[in-house]
């Protein structure tokens, strides 16, 4: 059973950084992308980062380029998410997600197209 698992979120300041992780019990893990989106309080949920299979693609949406970083483990079957520079606007319901596709395009997936979700952790921006 296809499973993942988000941690590391928190409340934070403006200008700080926190970094999250999800475990994806998916296999094969290397086969797959990863993604993480969010989801803030009365909003739709939005993309915000991708890595693909190989980790040698990223792509991220234009509100988080230059303060986020998402990297993957493949030996730990993790994704990770480095949050800079966090703003209010940031504050939201993250969610890990994964889709078994080994091609490195990212910019044509939408949030359907994955597989599986996690959870989710929540990351709050105080001003």
């Known amino acids: 059973q296809a499973r993942l698992v988000e941690s590391g979120g928190g409340l934070v300041q403006t200008g700080d950084s926190l970094s999250l992780s999800c475990t994806a019990f998916?296999?094969?893990?290397?086969?797959?992308?990863l993604g993480w989106f969010r989801q803030a309080p009365g909003k739709e949920r939005e993309f915000v980062a991708a890595?693909?299979?190989?980790?040698?693609?990223?792509y991220y949406s234009d509100s988080v380029k230059g303060r986020f970083t998402i990297s993957r483990d493949n030996a730990k079957n993790a994704v990770y998410l480095q949050m800079n520079m966090l703003k209010p606007e940031d504050t939201a319901r993250y969610y890990c997600?994964?889709?078994?596709?080994?091609?490195?395009?990212?910019?044509?997936?939408?949030?359907?197209?994955?597989?599986?979700w996690g959870q989710g952790t929540h990351v709050t921006v105080s001003s």
């Open positions: 997600a994964a889709k078994h596709y080994y091609i490195e395009v990212l910019e044509t997936l939408s949030e359907y197209d994955y597989d599986y």
């Open positions: 998916v296999r094969p893990f290397n086969q797959y992308t």
């Open positions: 890595i693909s299979w190989s980790g040698k693609t990223t």
